[in-house]
């Protein structure tokens, strides 16, 4: 936020949360913030100089795209808290808003995010699991087809061994 004073107050009200709290009153201080640290979580205005919400947030979706965005501002145009969830803001908060609210949203944003990784991992380790089912059920196939083709083999010898033993009792008889 441009605001210092915002900053200031938010930074007090998420120290009492133990969140590791970083500040930047402008576009481009949010973006060098972003190129320095991966952030879970960050709260952002959309109007600022130089380099607006919308830009910071372009950002950080190409350059930490876990990163949960809220958008905390004074823009109350409708358009804009269109754009804003268009581009992946997870929630938008009027100024001013309400402490309990805000906490509430953070805490939120948090559960999800920390769901999602839970989700990502539990994907990747059922795609491993498959993965590895696969390569064991083509060891398996690969000896059954081996262990069918000795069956084959063995009754063909066998076969050969009855005709020949057939053939020697027909002598054996005549």
Not at 1 to 21: G, N, Q, R, V
Not at 117 to 141: D, M, P, S
């Amino acid at each position: 936020d441009d605001d210092s004073s915002i900053c200031e107050s938010l930074k007090i009200l998420l120290s009492d949360c133990d969140y590791a709290i970083h500040t930047a009153n402008s576009g481009m201080e949010a973006i060098k913030c972003v190129d320095k640290i991966n952030f879970d979580l960050a709260l952002l205005d959309i109007i600022m100089p130089e380099i607006g919400g919308f830009q910071v947030m372009d950002h950080i979706s190409r350059r930490s795209p876990d990163t949960v965005v809220i958008v905390i501002t004074g823009d109350t145009s409708t358009e804009s808290a269109i754009e804003a969830l268009k581009k992946g803001a997870y929630y938008y908060v009027i100024k001013p808003f309400g402490r309990e609210e805000l906490l509430k949203t953070i805490e939120n944003a948090l559960d999800k995010k920390r769901f999602n990784i839970e989700k990502k991992r539990a994907e990747e380790a059922l795609q491993k699991a498959h993965e590895e089912l696969e390569i064991k059920v083509e060891e398996r196939t690969r000896e059954l087809l081996k262990t069918n083709e000795q069956l084959k083999n063995e009754i063909k010898w066998r076969n050969k061994a009855e005709e020949r033993l057939r053939k020697s009792e027909k002598r054996f008889r005549s």
